[in-house]
Nanobody, 120 residues
Framework: QVQLVDSGGGSVQAGGSLRLSCTAS?????????WYWYRQAPGEEWKYVSL???????TYRDSVKGRFSISRDNASDTLYLQMNNLLREDTGMYSC?????????????WGQGTQVTVSS
């Protein structure tokens, strides 16, 4: 059974930094994969934050460009999101998602989420 565990959230002041982690277990291999970070601000829907794919391509939503950095350690099967210069509007629940190509089908797996709170 695939399991993703998010961690690293917390409360910080604006301008501070946090590094989120997402550790995966229970899956054998993916023919191709894309890892995502999403966030959900209070009262809002989940929104894409960043992705990294199996070719090493990374993308970010405009509001976090230059401040956030996504990476993945293949050896430990851990996804990271380094968040610098945090703003109040970065507050929310953050969750990782793994899209895994299994055969000819893409399967999505989600972490349980980790809360980030940024205060001014």
């Amino acid at each position: 059974q695939v399991q993703l565990v998010d961690s690293g959230g917390g409360s910080v002041q604006a301008g501070g930094s946090l590094r989120l982690s997402c550790t995966a277990s229970g899956y054998t291999s993916c023919m191709s994969w894309t890892w995502y970070w999403y966030r959900q601000a209070p009262g809002e829907e989940w929104k894409y934050v960043s992705l990294i794919n199996s070719k090493g391509i990374t993308t970010y939503r405009d509001s976090v460009k230059g401040r956030f950095s996504i990476s993945r350690d293949n050896a430990s099967d851990t996804l990271y999101l380094q968040m610098n210069n945090l703003l109040r509007e970065d507050t929310g629940m953050y969750s990782c998602k793994m899209a895994c190509l299994e055969g000819d089908t893409w399967e999505d797996y989600w972490g349980q989420g980790t809360q980030v709170t940024v205060s001014s």
